[in-house]
């Protein structure tokens, strides 16, 4: 979560050896030579949850939609792309107005993508 949205902990320490597990230099990086800067999606994306698609071809990120409500005919979830988990774009919405669910009008918050036997499936509070 904090690399994505720039938990102000997320490089707490100068010491590499003993930064927390939350910072991109402690993480295994495969081998790639990435650096980073937080947030990596400079606007307001609280409660990212991120999943890494079947194909292999990239991650997707979904996170919540502050001040989204049925009644003020906006968009919630919005969903991000990424091929490398640092370079974020904007691909779509769980929600757009025209598919908020009936019996939804607002106060939705921290989704989760799931890959449940081939399909994705959205799950949210």
């Known amino acids: 979560q904090s690399i994505i949205t720039g938990t102000k902990n997320a490089n707490c320490c100068e ?14 990086t495969f081998g790639w030579s990435v650096s980073y800067t937080n947030p990596l999606i400079p606007s307001n994306t609280p409660d990212p949850g991120v999943t890494k698609l079947a194909d292999g071809s990239g991650w997707v990120a979904v996170v919540t939609s502050d001040y989204a409500s049925k009644s003020g005919n906006s968009s919630a979830f919005p969903m991000y792309f990424s091929t490398d988990l640092v370079s974020w774009q904007l691909r779509s919405w769980v929600f757009t107005p025209d598919t908020w669910p009936s019996w939804a009008e ?3 918050w921290a989704p989760e993508l799931h890959n449940v036997n081939g399909r994705y499936i959205v ?3």
């Open 123 to 125: 799950y949210f509070t």
């Open 106 to 108: 607002d106060s939705m």
């Open 15 to 28: 010491n590499t050896k003993s930064k927390s597990a939350r910072s991109f230099e402690a993480a295994d």
